[in-house]
């Protein structure tokens, strides 16, 4: 049974220009399938704030159920993905990220130093995931056990039932 339908948004000066491939997007495509997700896309997008809340915005009204971006989530000055997810949920679920964070810093303490976010827009789960194809992969393994039960629970309430 699908989970329904997903999008991989992969933020990224270098691989939107065409300067290097996206290794992550594919990544986290194949572990959110895996997972039972019907990935509709992976697109790329340059680390533009306006841009990036933009193609939230639609990816929110076009239905899709769960949303991951990779990358822009560290502290560079064009790191600004966690910021454009902030400006368009309408409510905030930290403990997606903070259970990520936990999990990564049994691997590196540079786990420390993201700045990923998760939340919700209408019915749509937005996840953040680091830009690199090991973050993705353990960042996900952290939060599949939990992705069914939220993209449920958000579908129920959208469609006006309660748990």
Known sequence: ???????????????????????????????????????????????????IESRLRRASDEGFRLVVTSGGTGLSPRDVTPEAT?????RNVPGIADLMRLESLKITPKAALSRAISGIRQSTLIINLPGSVKGVRECLAAVRPILAHAVETLQQSSLGCGE
């Open 1 to 51: 049974m699908s989970l329904g339908k997903a999008l991989v948004l992969t933020i990224s000066d270098s691989a939107s220009m065409g300067k290097r491939d996206d290794l992550s997007g594919p990544e986290a495509k194949r572990t959110l399938e895996e997972a039972g997700f019907d990935v509709a896309a992976i697109e790329i997008l340059p680390d533009e704030r306006a841009g």
């Open 86 to 90: 902030q400006a368009v949920i309408d």
